[in-house]
């Protein structure tokens, strides 16, 4: 009798303990790796308009990619940890290190050219993973010379050997003979301005005058610069007409203040400008509409506008609508997570930054074909051997009575502009 009552309890306890062993299993599949993300991004500074979309469209694509993995039962969450650097490249590299000794080897962003220049050196030597939505300036112009000095750093937007020519077929266009180039004094004005300066003559557009500002910290009084601008469009609009002469601004959101400070009574108000994706649809510009609509500020913009269904879904939960930035950055944080998740697999389940280097590329060819059930919301995303975006059109918008609108754009097959109306 006693020999079949430990019998039996030796069977029952096989089974609990059975039990318990299944349940530490499930306990186990159930529990969620974070994968974390930083990102770098100006709330505050001169392209806050664009750090704020990009934050908003980022929190779309997390939601998505969480549902994509509740779908397919893969333990991950997605944790952004967002800080404002206010486009300062010193403060820039300090938050990257910060967030680097929380455990973060993935970033989106930083946004601008001048912090990526900063933290590029920092990035490479700590095998950090980044991706900028919006940085454009040439290879050469933030330290990178070959393409080995920038194999952890991607861009997913077209540099801006494109958007000079773009800017200069566009002026064109306008019937502008003659310009200023008023341009922000840091390694993205610099090198827009230089290439929009390269392909001028080629449209048969004269360079009036090319005038550089401050950019950290940009001018409080821009009275001097607003003389300067003056002098040089009056002598060439008092002898060609004011419909012939414009100026281009290769600037970001100080344009706002530069603007506020323009005599109503200026020669400035009555010819056009040009602007380029440092202020294409700010909020800022759009305050002063009524003032800013006398010139245009025709702006050109990497082109990307994203399905309808996605566009609503956004200004229902945000108002407006997403710039390109925003819809780049929506399609960076897919490429980061997947490409983590699956050097995660290939690599026993450890992190390494040059796995996910050879991943990123894979995944960038799964993305473009749909096989996560999303499509690229910036169109296909081909990168040239610097991990920078190979080509693209622009789109060009201005501020019109009505706010910013869409007017035409600039194709890169054809290398002309197409307007809309």
Known sequence: MWKKIVGIGVVILAILMTGCTNTG???????????????????????????????????LSKEDIEEYFKKNNMPYKIEILAEDTRLDPNLALQKIQILRGKGVNIFVGPMSSGEVKTVLPYSLSNKIIAVSPSSTALPPLIGATSPEQKK??????????????????????????????????????????????????????????????????????????????????????????????????????????????????????????????????????????????????????????????????????????????????????????????ETLKSNNGKYDADVMTEKIKEVIQKYNNGEYGVEPLSGKIVLNEFNDRASGDYAIYAITEDGWKKVGTWRYETKKVEWKE
């Open 25 to 59: 299993t499930n306990q186990a599949t159930s529990e969620e790796e974070v994968i974390k993300i930083g990102s770098l991004l100006d709330f505050s500074g001169p392209l806050s308009t664009y750090g704020i979309d990009i934050r908003n469209n980022l929190e």
């Open 152 to 341: 952890y750093l991607y861009r997913f937007v077209a540099s801006d050997n494109l958007q000079g020519e773009a800017i200069a077929s566009l002026t064109a266009d306008l019937g502008i003979t003659d310009v200023v180039i008023f341009y922000r004094d840091d390694a993205w004005g610099k090198g827009l301005s230089e290439e929009t300066k390269k392909n001028l003559p080629k449209y048969k557009v004269n360079i009036i005058d090319y005038i550089g500002y401050p950019s950290n910290p940009s001018p409080a009084d821009w009275s001097p610069y607003i003389t300067k601008l003056e002098n040089s469009v009056k002598k060439v609009a008092d002898s060609k007409g004011r419909d012939k002469v414009g100026v281009i601004f290769i600037g970001f959101e100080e344009g706002a203040t530069l603007f506020s400070q323009i005599p109503e009574d200026s020669v400035l108000l009555n010819v056009k400008w040009i602007g380029s994706d440092g202020v294409a649809k700010s909020d800022k510009l759009l305050e002063l509409k009524d003032k800013i609509a006398k010139v245009g500020m025709y702006s050109t913009i990497f082109e990307s506008e994203g399905p309808k269904e996605y566009i609503n879904r956004y200004s229902e939960k945000y108002g407006g609508t997403p710039t390109s930035y925003g819809l780049i950055s929506y399609d960076t944080l897919w490429i980061l997570t997947m490409a983590y998740v």
